[in-house]
T-cell receptor, first 115, second 114 residues
Framework: EAQVTQNPRYLITVTGKKLTVTCSQN?????MSWYRQDPGLGLRQIYY???????DKGDVPEGYKVSRKEKRNFPLILESPSPNQTSLYFC??????????????FGPGTRLTVL | GENVEQHPSTLSVQEGDSAVIKCTYS??????FPWYKQELGKGPQLIID?????GEKKDQRIAVTLNKTAKHFSLHITETQPEDSAVYFC?????????????FGKGNQVVVIP
């Protein structure tokens, strides 16, 4: 089954404790992205990757890091989480079409609470 | 950069009636406009999309219309059913198309009343 998986689905942590949210897709997609969803703010892009070893900042990158060492994986790293990073996080992937946008497939989400 | 506005923020409709959600965008260079549906506890899922060379697209009970001159596009759901209750996000392509980036609206909560 074609899918995007995220782990963990739920996480409660404390300020300053480094954490990683994993994302994996099995569709051989070039593009991967991380979004955060907050009430009244919709979906905001954190980081995106156009291919292996190619990453770039989205709209709200502060406090986050990513890496893309393999095509299928795109982990989100919070080196020193703070309460304002409490949010619902989504990973997404899409195939590359020359010169055109394409459907983004979203993972099930990770609910993060930073105390 | 691209700015996408979505109205209304909440919409309640009687089962069987039609629902319409409208989005406006700011970047005249945008050429791809998808709509995503997010059910409770799940990630957004694409339900329909339209490219700028087309004015309307339909898929069973849902349709999307695009007015490039006015820079707005709308989602139309006919004969609404309880399973249509969800949050709907519109989006517009932005910037360099090689990066596949989208700007999302803030979402619209649709409630279908049985």
């Amino acid at each position: 089954e074609a899918q995007v998986t995220q782990n963990p689905r739920y996480l409660i942590t404390v300020t300053g404790k480094k954490l990683t949210v994993t994302c994996s897709q099995n569709m051989n997609h070039e593009y991967m992205s991380w979004y955060r969803q907050d009430p009244g703010l919709g979906l905001r892009q954190i980081y995106y990757s156009m291919n292996v070893e190619v990453t770039d900042k989205g709209d709200v990158p502060e406090g986050y890091k990513v890496s893309r060492k393999e095509k299928r994986n795109f982990p989100l790293i919070l080196e020193s989480p703070s309460p304002n990073q409490t949010s619902l996080y989504f990973c997404a992937s899409s195939a590359k079409l020359a010169g055109e946008h394409n459907e983004q497939f979203f993972g099930p989400g990770t609910r993060l609470t930073v105390l | 950069g691209e700015n996408v506005e979505q109205h209304p923020s909440t919409l309640s409709v009687q089962e069987g009636d039609s629902a319409v959600i409208k989005c406006t965008y700011s970047d005249s260079a945008s050429n791809y406009f998808p709509w995503y549906k997010q059910e409770l506890g799940k990630g957004p899922q694409l339900i329909i999309d339209i490219r700028s060379n087309v004015g309307e697209k339909k898929d069973q009970r849902i349709a999307v219309t695009l007015n490039k001159t006015a820079k707005h596009f709308s989602l139309h759901i006919t004969e609404t059913q309880p399973e249509d209750s969800a949050v709907y996000f519109c989006a517009a392509s932005r910037g360099n198309y090689g990066n596949n980036r989208l700007a999302f609206g803030k979402g619209n909560q649709v409630v279908v009343i049985p």
